[in-house]
């Protein structure tokens, strides 16, 4: 059983930052890949960050510059930060977890943003 937990959603202004978290727990493969998605209301999920095992990083293009995503191997945890951020910013935000093969995707129960205009 692999749990994801996510903390560190809120309200911000305009301009304002907000740093994500989310911790992994279970039994999970030293070589996965972790990343994090947004959601809006009657829209499709997705995926914009991803970091692997080995520090690796891919970004979606349009998100690329105002968010970092990184983690931290030991404690299973992998984080967003989030600048200069926009009204269009406002989403819940979900991170996962894959690995195996075939490969395995855990989801966490998500957190709200919400930018202030």
């Known amino acids: 059983q692999v749990q994801l937990v996510e903390s560190g959603g809120g309200l911000v202004q305009t301009g304002g930052s907000l740093r994500l978290s989310c911790a992994a727990s279970g039994t999970i493969s030293a070589f996965n890949t972790m990343g994090w998605s947004r959601q809006v209301p009657g829209k499709q999920r997705e995926l914009f960050a991803v970091?692997?095992?080995?520090?690796?990083?891919n970004y979606a293009n349009s998100m690329k510059g105002r968010f970092t995503i990184s983690r931290d191997n030991v404690q299973n945890t992998v984080y967003l930060q989030m600048n200069n951020l926009r009204p269009e910013d406002t989403a819940t935000y979900y991170c996962?977890?894959?690995?195996?093969?075939?490969?395995?995707?855990?989801w966490g129960q998500g957190t709200q943003v919400t930018v202030s205009s």
């Open positions: 996962s977890i894959r690995f195996g093969i075939p490969p395995l995707l855990y």
């Open positions: 970091v692997a095992s080995d520090g690796s990083t």
